[in-house]
DNA sequence: CTTAATGCAAAAATTTTGCATGATT
DNA sequence: AATCATGCAAAATTTTTGCATTAAG
């Protein structure tokens, strides 16, 4: 969601339109793997508006939760993280996180294969999916190789 | 883990077995659906040791979770919350949850669907996944017939 | 007897709240 | 001009830490 259409969302629902709000939702769309705590939300806006409170920043937080245009994730690393939802046809999210063990780096990925999960557990336990969130935890491509060694020779 | 095993494990490892540790352990291991937070257990574990602090299940929880027997699992109700791993051959754990949006209930449940997902992964991003996560939110059944009426007769 | 673990209380870190001020409509 | 949102600081949570005491090996 750009500036414009996050402007005219928050008039419709009878919300100001702010700097600080506008801020907070750039920080988290400004990369799409931008996973940022709130803590980092605030510096990023700061940045710009450096008059802005850590307490507007939870508010805010919290508002576009409600507005739901962004998610709670929690990667494991102890800290309580922010991203902007994915905006699907249908308003789905879909957060599919590939996390390496190695470097700690983070990859989002779309895919469609849990959709005959969904279909499974339905015809199976009866419950109706209507959301997911997926972490895979491995090692990426770049770890397995240094791990592998640079020419990839057998020891003694 | 039953209690023997624990206590094995820790003597292994050098550890002092304390009615505190099997305490903790023991209070995430009654249920196996027991997703509790560390208020929650330290409630549960003052039932049998009242003598016990809340620092110390915060230690025996970062002990629990560096042996690699607990997890920490955010089922987005704002807390923190603590599960023990199934203990599979390998070593290898799945948080499988359905998050009941209606009623919050969390069923839990096993599956190898994922397995396609992850060969399918490492094909195409050469990621190589060790481990997984999975959050399924939906409505469960009972939530459903709720919704549908008590004898699904259509309204007008 | 030695060392590790505990309980308590204090401290640190994180998040929320009250209220006067300032910005948006 | 009316109302909502903000900043600040204080309060409430949640988690961690220091240290004397207790318990395990």
Redesign the pocket.
Known sequence: MDREHFTQF??DK????????IGVLEALSDSEDSHL???EIYDVVRLK?P??????V?????LLLELQLIDQINLDD???RYEVRGSDAGGQHHHHHLICLSCGRVFSFNGDLLETLEEYIRDKNGFQVVDHKVQLYGHCKECQEKMDGPSGTDMG
Chains 1, 2 share one sequence.
């Open positions: 928050l008039r009878g919300l100001k339109v702010t700097n600080q709000r705590t709130a803590e508006y008059e802005i409170g850590l307490a507007t939870y508010r805010t937080i919290q102890g800290c309580v």
